[in-house]
């Protein structure tokens, strides 16, 4: 049995091949995936791990409350979070480990079918998942039918909206949701849709209970979470750390500097703090005091030489990109706030309209989306003109731009290094 105060348990055993079924069993110990343990669950405090952090227990509930013999768990592992590594670090170590939280999942909702997601541009993990799930069929593991899907990737794809779009009608586009959480649904069946990180942590709970989980992290953030550093680091690292570790400790590990100008928590759509605030336990109680979350566990490393209004321009460029350009104000305005932020840093001639502009402008996106996406650019940007004042006045004052002598765009990790330069820890 995993000792429950040390470190890793996700990644236990990690070791840059998938354990094997016989390993897993061997490592984690032999599951009944047919029992039931929402009570333990809603104890355990386990919330999602794909970033808008809901209570696991609560979504179960709801599911499990709607009728119908045709539900769906869908595992979402499409991570179109570029900055994110951490889901696609974990199917290539412990893919049993998420099957086993899927299955556990399905079993409470009475879902008959599990659909596990990842982008098609991840061969390694789609081949490590196909894997796993052979081993599981030649065992005839009885349990839900188990489909392996692999959607194109974009960011928006790993919406869970989009995501059950795609698999109901093959357009990874977001649906709109007045009211969260709403009941998603493939046809006329209910969809759970858990992050795979999520999936792996009801695989724990499962067998070991909600006071063992709770043996690490804090009292309002307990467990183990997987973070991934970017940014100024050698490497992009996925490390797993009890919740309400320091954000410096983390560094430490990956390695990254720790004496950063700023740090991006969140990702692409997520909130700039100061480089001060690695100080900060990392677990949603002590980040929202100054605006952040956890979110899905994402730590960019901004280093002192890099300009944030250009990083932040490069950034909004690239997410513009990704709109699904379903609502005007995200397919116009997002290339707009792009527009306005490229002014700014090229030090022409009207740079203190453009500001004023983009101030406007991001007030006027902001909340009208179909989805979040166009919110999160909003807060990043707004975070941005708060955390980089220096770097906006010299912009404004038109002093030449450290960030622009500095061509390494920070945010972005290439694709194609994604799989075979990952580092975990
Ligand atoms: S807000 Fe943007 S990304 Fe979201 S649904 Fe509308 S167009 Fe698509």
Redesign the pocket.
């Known amino acids: 049995m995993i000792k429950a105060n040390s470190l890793p348990r996700l990644m236990h055993r990690a070791s840059g091949r998938p354990l094997s079924l016989e390993e897993h069993d061997q490592e984690f110990g032999l599951v009944d995936a047919q029992t039931d343990f929402l009570g333990e669950l809603r104890n355990s405090g386990l919330t999602g791990r794909g970033g808008a952090g809901f209570p696991t227990y609560k979504k179960v509930e709801l599911l499990s409350q709607q009728r119908g013999h045709g539900k769906f768990v869908v595992v979402n592992a499409m991570e179109g979070e570029p900055a994110s590594h951490k889901d696609l670090a974990l199917l290539n170590a412990n893919p049993h480990l998420v099957i086993d939280g899927a299955e556990m999942l399905a079993h409470m909702i009475g879902a008959k079918r599990i659909a596990i997601c990842v982008s098609r541009d991840n061969p390694i993990v789609i081949n490590n998942v196909k894997r796993a799930l052979h081993e599981r069929t030649r065992r005839s593991l009885r349990g839900p039918e188990i489909e392996l899907h692999t959607p194109p990737w974009r960011y928006?794809a790993g919406?869970e909206s989009?995501l059950v779009h795609w698999l109901d009608d093959n357009e990874s586009?977001?649906q709109?949701r007045p009211q969260r959480p709403t009941i998603l649904r493939i046809g006329r069946n209910a969809v759970l849709v858990d992050n795979a990180e999520t999936c792996a942590n009801v695989g724990l709970i499962g067998r070991f209970g909600a006071s063992w989980y709770r043996q690490l992290g804090t009292e309002s953030s307990p467990g183990s979470t997987l973070v991934s550093v970017t940014g100024a680091v050698d490497r992009a690292h996925v490390i797993e750390v009890a919740l309400g570790t320091p954000v410096k400790a983390i560094l430490e590990v990956a390695g990254a500097d720790t004496d950063p100008s700023a740090i991006l928590l969140g990702g692409y759509g997520g909130t700039w703090l100061s480089g001060d605030n690695i100080r900060l336990p990392f677990a949603t109680e002590y980040l929202k005091e100054v605006g952040a979350s956890v979110g899905a566990g994402i730590i960019m490393v901004l280093p002192k030489r890099a300009c944030g209004i250009m990083e932040t321009y490069r950034i909004t460029k690239w997410m513009a990109n990704?709109?699904?350009?379903?609502?005007g104000?995200?397919?116009f305005g997002?290339p707009a706030l792009a527009e306005d932020l490229q002014q700014l840093v090229a030090g022409g001639k009207d740079r203190k309209q453009s500001l004023d502009r983009l101030i406007h402008r991001a007030a006027e996106i902001d909340g009208?989306?179909?989805?979040?996406?166009?919110d999160g650019v909003v807060r990043m940007i707004r975070t941005a003109l708060q955390v980089f004042d220096k770097d906006l006045q010299n912009h404004i004052n038109g002093a030449p731009c450290v960030g622009s002598r500095d061509t390494k765009f920070y945010a972005t990790v290439p694709r194609h290094e994604r799989e075979e330069d990952l580092v975990w820890e």
């Open positions: 928006v919406e989009a586009l977001p709109y990704e709109s699904a350009r379903q609502c104000p995200c397919a997002l009208r989306g179909a989805c979040k996406h166009p």
